[in-house]
């Protein structure tokens, strides 16, 4: 299954690029994570529970990142074991590009599945991977941007001189 798309993100090429590197941002973007460990240079492990049709699963798995181009791009790799479901692997090669308004982030996927996910059939399969992706990149981009402005009065805390605080990384660097 191959799939590509791109979204904007309202913050600096680096800020993206230092959340997807923090494990503590990716676990808050992982649909169905629960741990996160490790770090960009040796890797992440990760626990992930997913449903996929009438398959329930605990997934081990490990995530690699590769060709890393700081500010720019990187290769995400990575395989989980789901034991009597079978297996997933897959990558993920992510772009960032300044742009008006903030960072673009284009991403191209690539997913394999083995076991009993594979007899589920490809549309389930591929709708399913389809699912996770936008639902990731979806998380990252509310994660790194913080809440919206429908959320802002209640979500958000004033800074220093009345300025308003949002998103993980202006949160470390206040």
Same mark, same amino acid.
Not at 60 to 64: H, K, L, M
């Given at each position: 299954m191959h799939m590509t798309d791109?979204? =904007?993100i309202a913050a600096t090429p680096e800020e993206v690029w230092a959340a997807i590197l923090d494990p503590d941002v990716l676990k808050q973007c992982v649909p169905g994570c =629960?741990?996160?460990s490790g770090s960009a240079e040796e %890797?992440? #492990?990760a626990t @992930? @529970?997913?449903k996929v049709g009438p398959v329930k699963a605990t997934f081990?798995? =490990?995530? *690699?990142l590769s060709d890393m181009v700081p500010g720019q791009s990187l290769k995400l790799s990575g395989e989980g074991k789901g034991g009597a479901a079978g297996f *997933?692997? %897959?990558g993920a090669d992510v772009t960032l590009k300044a742009v008006e308004g903030g960072t #673009?982030?284009?991403y191209e996927v690539e997913a394999k599945v083995g076991g009993k996910l594979a007899q589920l059939g490809s549309r389930i399969i591929d709708g399913f991977a389809k699912k996770m992706a936008d639902q990731f990149f979806s998380n990252f981009q509310t994660v790194v941007e913080g809440p919206q402005e429908a959320d802002a009065d209640s979500a958000e805390t004033a800074g220093e001189g009345g300025e308003k605080k949002k998103g993980w990384f202006k949160k470390l660097v206040s």
């Open positions: 791109s979204r =904007t =629960t741990e996160m %890797g992440f #492990e @992930v @529970v997913q081990q798995g =490990t995530v *690699a *997933a692997k %897959g #673009e982030l284009h």
